[in-house]
């Protein structure tokens, strides 16, 4: 989500007249995009706001903080910094010419909009990086309140936006050349929960397999609470979606799902694990899990690894757990000494890595469809492009083949990449 809102504030710049530049020391405005799901995000953000004094200093930068670290923290941000001239919550970005045009102006010390949707810049007005996969928020905002996270209550209550808009969006995008759709939500499977219409996520899915074009739709968060048998379906009998599902565990324990608020069981999840990998041959599956959760023992942290070695995640994204100030769980007892959390999370990276290079290993010999990303970082006659399920493929191949799918016949295996040659 923080990527497409970037790409959306790289685009309102553009049509300012601004060029988007990788040289801090030379712009004349700094935005930073931030993030606050975490603790580390902070210590990031003010570190970066040290380097950006001297640039101040030098040129007059207008420095703005844009994102949910910006919307939480609010105006208190540029008080504790005056190096900051603007603060601007996810839901305002499209003020940020009118926050431009205040600093300039030199009547403001500084401008502050954090409130509830306001000037939502064109949806469809995006600058990615990548040329192959657009993204689409499909919901804003969440209404789950997992113990451990901010999210609800940075960005609201859960808002799906029309599945007329979003289909729309996505011809577009693949009109314009685009191959993979990448569709947004704190928790997909809800869409649709506060429309009157009666649209749900699998309908919307469907539909948008429907649109014609070579392209491949991805989407990320779905919530094991909500991931119906509709879903799974739909998916299964469509190859436009992605081979890949992102099926968010954050614990192993029951116990520790219950104060986490999940909604799910160990066994449930693990259920929904294996039906999802019957019904849907080939498919990878990753995760994200919290280590350290207040009252977490090193049973309940056992039972996490033994999803983890059960369930053999293609990846897993792995988190101590840090407290967000409001939310339940930075008020529970229990809290856990930082060497413990330190100490779990190392067992649970390296058991994923052995997950991880077993998932690799199981590609040798098979033809994966491959979209061509383009030359590879190291050598530019070696392609690399990503399969259905994510897996990054190095293979020999002309620069031309950029943004198209090409069959490739897996001869390597690493950690976390394929090498292969293509075949027809
Ligand atoms: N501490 C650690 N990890 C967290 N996440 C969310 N909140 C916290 C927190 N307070 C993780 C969850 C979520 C991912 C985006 O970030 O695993 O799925
Ligand atoms: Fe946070 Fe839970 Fe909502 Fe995900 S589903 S954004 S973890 S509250």
């Not at 609010?74 to 003020?95: C, S, T, W, Y």
């Not at 809800?190 to 539909?207: I, K, M, Q």
Request: hydrophobic residues 35%.
């Amino acid at each position: 989500m923080n990527v497409n809102e970037s790409a959306k504030i790289k685009s309102i710049l553009q049509n300012m007249g601004y060029n988007v530049i990788e040289d801090v020391s030379e712009a004349d405005a700094v935005f930073l995009n931030t993030c606050t799901v975490r603790e580390g995000a902070a210590t990031q953000i003010y570190g970066k706001l040290g380097e950006l004094m001297a640039v101040k200093e030098e040129r007059g930068t207008i420095i703005g903080i844009t994102g949910c670290f910006a919307q939480e923290q609010g105006e208190e941000l540029a008080k504790k910094f005056p190096v900051i001239d603007i603060v601007m919550g996810n839901q305002n970005i499209g003020k940020i010419p009118t926050a431009i045009e205040k600093i300039e102006s030199g009547d403001f010390k500084h401008v502050i909009y954090t409130g509830d949707e306001d000037d939502l810049p064109p949806r469809l007005d995006a600058e990615f990086d990548s040329k192959k996969t657009a993204s689409i928020p499909i919901t804003y905002g969440c209404n789950n309140f997992c113990t451990y996270c901010i999210v609800p209550y940075v960005r609201g209550r859960e808002r799906s936006v029309p599945m007329p808009q979003i289909l729309d969006e996505v011809k577009v995008f693949v009109e314009k050349g685009y191959r993979e759709i990448m569709l947004l939500g704190q928790n997909v499977n809800s869409y649709g929960n506060d429309l009157e219409t009666g649209e749900n996520f699998a309908v919307l899915l469907e539909e948008i397999c429907k649109i014609d074009g070579e392209f491949l739709v991805r989407f990320v968060s779905p919530h094991p609470k909500d991931f119906g048998d509709d879903v799974i379906d739909v998916i299964a009998r469509n190859e436009k979606v992605a081979r890949c599902l992102h099926l968010p565990l954050q614990s192993g324990s029951s116990r520790i799902l219950k104060l986490m608020n999940r909604k799910y069981t160990k066994e449930q999840y693990i259920e929904l694990a294996e039906k999802i990998k019957s019904k849907i041959p080939g498919v990878a599956l990753t995760a994200d899990i919290i280590v350290g959760f207040p009252h977490e023992t090193e049973e309940d942290f056992l039972d996490t690894l033994d999803v983890v070695d059960k369930i053999g995640f293609e990846t897993s994204f792995m988190f101590m757990y840090s407290p967000r100030k409001g939310t339940a769980a930075a008020k529970m007892d229990g809290q856990l000494d930082q060497e413990v959390k330190k100490e779990r999370l190392q067992r649970l990276i390296d058991l994923q890595n052995r997950k991880s290079k077993e998932a690799s290993d199981s590609y040798k010999g098979k033809v994966e469809r491959v979209l061509v990303e383009g030359p590879s970082r190291k050598n530019e006659e070696v392609l690399t492009g990503r399969t259905s399920t994510n897996k990054v493929v190095l293979f020999a191949g002309d620069k031309e083949l950029e943004g198209t799918f090409v069959n490739v016949k897996i001869n390597e295996c690493k950690t976390w990449s394929l090498y292969g040659e293509i075949v027809d």
